[in-house]
């Protein structure tokens, strides 16, 4: 067994769609990144990498490359999965936390989850996805940005 813990924080962006756990939220803002800027699928992807001392999502993923521009983050999750097995690991377990003000994001939380364990092939109660605010403190209580962690537990094959 080993854990992973990994962490994302993007800003918004007036100009870009909200994609968190592959869903799109509605907002007037989204978050500004290379890829779609899926902060709680990049937080999943660190910790994952994290466990198996893969280096991060910017290693494999890099923000200079044109190949992965506006990417789904899906796809980069399901990529890191490929990358575990391919070293002898499967995951087991990830607890997330995302942190943001606005917009509420519980009614949401359940596709979320059912998209991470599809694309990692864990049962749903494998998966916890939860949010909270900053009350109103730092980058994310005055909204200028959204942060998520993620901590995962893989195991070997």
């Known amino acids: 067994m080993r854990i992973g813990i990994g962490i994302d924080v993007h800003q918004f962006s007036e100009d870009r769609r909200l994609v968190i756990g592959g869903v799109e939220v509605p907002s007037p803002v989204g978050l500004l990144g290379h890829s779609d800027a ?3 699928l990049h937080a999943i992807s660190d910790a994952l990498l994290g466990a198996a001392a893969l280096g991060d999502i910017g290693k ?10 506006d990417i789904d983050s899906m796809i980069l999750l399901k990529h890191v999965g490929k990358l575990l097995a391919r070293e002898g690991y ?4 990830i607890d997330a936390m995302l942190l943001l003000e606005k917009p509420k994001i519980a ?8 998209n991470i364990a599809r694309c990692l092939d864990l049962e749903l109660n494998a998966v916890s ?5 900053n009350e109103k403190l ?7 940005g959204a942060c998520a962690h993620a901590v995962c537990l893989i195991e070997n094959t």
């Open 38 to 40: 899926d902060v709680l």
């Open 129 to 133: 996805v939860k949010a909270t605010t």
């Open 107 to 114: 009614p949401y939380i359940d596709e979320m989850r059912r």
């Open 60 to 69: 494999h993923f890099p923000d200079t490359s044109s190949e992965f521009k």
């Open 138 to 144: 730092g980058y994310v209580g005055r909204q200028e």
């Open 90 to 93: 499967k995951p087991v377990n």
